[in-house]
């Protein structure tokens, strides 16, 4: 089974393009075999906070998410989700401060719910019913996607690399105005990401994360991209599940 870390490179201003950066750098440092485009459609919905909740510790918080991965399965991903929201000063700052992956890491190992629905439709009505039917219990976030992206074979890696766009097609109700491929940064974009799947690993094999984590590292720091959220592994769940899990912690980008 192959093991894989998502990295998600963030616009941080209106005239970047971190998608193009990364296959810019992908281009110049091996030679790629291309492999069919991919997409992407994300919907995040959250929990109503409690009014009676302080501010001066760390906080339980619950998301449902709604993924359809083109590349994984004929299928949608329903998820719910729970994190550890740290503390709040006074400001409104978080009291103490985490690397971005340490914080992802351990927001990974709260429990989580995963469940499969046929994708196209029948996604579509579960989406309207959860804002028709729901909306008390789940407050929407927002819409994000990837139309077009690339992906491509680089010896021992397949690495997939998208535009992360608000909204996206089939948004709907969820969130987010129809977004179409192609263009940058902009005032539609969210930033970029990158999936590294490491297929050294022989079928049958058990992973042993830690020496997969730094491989894949490997690849990723050799492409001198820097700032990106990372998750590598999420300990824990059934055998299918990581990935999935893996996109709704990456994709949980927007509260």
């Known amino acids: 089974m192959p093991a894989t870390g998502l990295f998600f490179l963030p616009a941080t ?12 750098s992908l281009t110049q440092n091996y030679n790629l075999t291309p492999l069919p485009s991919w997409t992407l459609s994300h919907r995040l919905f959250r929990e109503p ?5 302080t501010t001066n510790s760390p906080q339980k918080q619950r998301h449902l998410q ?9 299928h949608t991903h329903v998820a719910i989700t729970s994190s550890t929201v740290p503390s709040q000063t006074r400001a409104g700052t978080p ?26 439709a029948a996604t579509e009505e579960f989406v309207q019913l959860v804002v028709a039917k729901l909306g008390p219990l789940w407050q929407a976030r927002g819409a994000v996607s990837v139309v077009g992206g690339l992906g491509f074979e680089v010896g021992e890696f ?13 948004a709907g ?8 491929g192609g263009g940058g940064g902009g005032a539609g974009g969210r930033g970029a990401v990158c999936e590294v799947e490491w297929v050294g690993v022989e079928d049958g094999e058990e992973v ?8 894949i ?28 899990r893996q996109w709704c912690e990456i994709l949980r980008i927007r509260g």
């Open 158 to 170: 397949r690495v997939r690399v998208g535009e992360v766009r608000v909204g996206g097609a089939g």
């Open 13 to 24: 201003a209106t005239d970047t393009i971190p998608h193009q950066t990364l296959l810019t």
């Open 217 to 244: 590292r490997g690849f990723w720091e050799a492409l001198g991209v820097k700032g990106a959220r990372t998750v590598i592994a999420v300990p824990g769940l059934k055998e299918g599940e990581g990935g999935v």
């Open 49 to 53: 906070t409690s009014p009676q909740t």
């Open 95 to 120: 009291a103490s401060s985490q690397s971005a992956e340490t914080a992802v890491t351990a927001a990974a190992s709260d429990a989580a719910t995963l469940i499969s629905i046929p994708a196209g």
């Open 66 to 74: 709604i993924l359809t991965l083109s590349h994984h399965h004929p």
């Open 208 to 215: 042993d994360w830690d020496e997969a984590g730094r491989v």
């Open 173 to 180: 109700a969820g969130g987010g105005g129809a977004v179409g």
